[in-house]
């Protein structure tokens, strides 16, 4: 009996789990399912389909750009028939706002009217920021700092992004960005595994996505990517 429940328990630990993930219109192909035990990650089929390693007690993680994500403890049941996931579609607050209530209707005048006492107002309590002395006469030094002070404003921040190196780093250093999801997930070859990533960087990602907190927001960049990426090949491949 303690042999037959050792092999059951040992056979669990090893097998992979199946399931479906959809929304209240659709299966949901692009999934990504994530088992935070053992860092590994798999997408969904363009049926909503996905397999992938998990024991009880595993989490599994589901995460799709436009649904909220959703966590899942596997549990024992799980393993005698198919895993069944909705995932919730992300609501627009702006469309939600505007469609509880009727649309107000925009009053120019009273547009105008607010913007200009607003001004008036403004020029009142900061007279020195529009090159006016509170005697009522010009200040030029007044004017001349406002005129500077247009022209010194801060340049935008500096957008940096990944390079084909901090990429072909990540793959080497990452418990979740490995070779085995680029070559079995993202279904690319081994062979081109650098040509891949320079065509990733050539996208400009922004290098910030390569941090921990944002690694799902970069594995769907990389989805999307890969699969460009590969009718490339096969266009390139055809071609041959």
Do not use: W
């Amino acid at each position: 009996m303690f042999v037959g429940l050792l092999f059951i328990s040992t056979s669990l630990l090893s097998q992979e789990i199946s399931g479906r993930v959809y929304d209240d219109t659709s299966v949901l192909p692009g999934v990504t399912v994530f088992n935070s035990n053992k860092k590994k990650a798999v997408v969904t089929n363009e049926d909503g389909e996905f397999t992938i390693k998990a024991a009880v007690n595993d989490t599994l993680q589901f995460q799709s750009s436009f649904h909220e994500s959703q966590k899942k403890i596997i549990t024992l049941a799980e393993y005698r028939t198919i895993l069944i996931v909705e995932l919730k579609q992300k609501v627009n607050t702006l469309d939600e706002v505007l469609l509880s209530g009727e649309e107000k209707a925009f009053d120019v005048d009273e547009f105008n009217v607010d913007l200009n006492q607003q001004i008036q107002n403004d020029i009142k309590n900061n007279p020195l920021d529009y090159g006016i002395t509170p005697s009522g006469g010009v200040d030029l030094i007044g004017l001349v700092k406002l005129a500077i002070s247009i022209f010194k404003k801060k340049p935008e921040k500096e957008i940096i992004y990944a390079t084909q190196t901090d990429l072909i780093h990540l793959f080497e250093k990452d418990d979740f960005f490995t070779e085995t999801l680029l070559e079995n997930t993202l279904g690319i070859p081994k062979q081109y595994k650098n040509l891949f990533l320079e065509y990733c960087a050539a996208k400009k990602i922004e290098e910030t996505l390569l941090k921990e907190e944002n690694k799902f927001q970069l594995l769907d960049i990389l989805v999307v990517s890969s699969e460009e990426f590969k009718e490339i090949l096969t266009e390139y491949e055809a071609d041959e």
